[in-house]
């Protein structure tokens, strides 16, 4: 089994700053795929990045687009997100998430991934 630990949330006022770390465990990092959401209270669980199991693409919710940036470790084990500018509106828990598969097309939608993290709460203060 998979498994996934967010870690680095917290609070944080508007347009401050917050890094997000993923490690990962239980498979060949290296090779697959990686994404992260979030989710709101009272709101479903919403697609924010993800990336290719080689780096070499990025996806990015519109949302966050020019705010966020994802990267991933294979060194490591770790998936990271850095978040700048960041605004009331992102205030959520952010989970990352592996695909069952390894390699493929990187997903942008909860049912292309099937390991998740406990997720990491992020508060952002107006």
């Known amino acids: 089994q998979v498994r996934l630990v967010e870690s680095g949330g917290g609070l944080v006022q508007t347009g401050g700053s917050l890094r997000l770390s993923c490690a990962a465990s239980?498979?060949?990092?290296?090779?697959?795929?990686m994404g992260w959401f979030r989710q709101a209270p009272g709101k479903e669980r919403v697609f924010v990045a993800s990336?290719?199991?080689?780096?070499?693409?990025?996806y990015y919710a519109e949302s966050v687009k020019g705010r966020f940036t994802i990267s991933k470790d294979n060194a490591k084990n770790t998936v990271y997100l850095q978040m700048n500018s960041l605004k009331p509106e992102d205030t959520a828990v952010y989970y990352c998430?592996?695909?069952?598969?390894?390699?493929?097309?990187?997903?942008?939608?909860?049912?292309?991934?099937?390991?998740w993290g406990q997720g990491t709460p992020v508060t952002v203060s107006s």
């Open positions: 990336i290719s199991w080689n780096g070499g693409r990025t």
């Open positions: 239980g498979r060949t990092f290296s090779i697959y795929n």
């Open positions: 998430a592996a695909p069952e598969k390894a390699f493929g097309t990187v997903g942008s939608t909860t049912g292309d991934f099937s390991f």
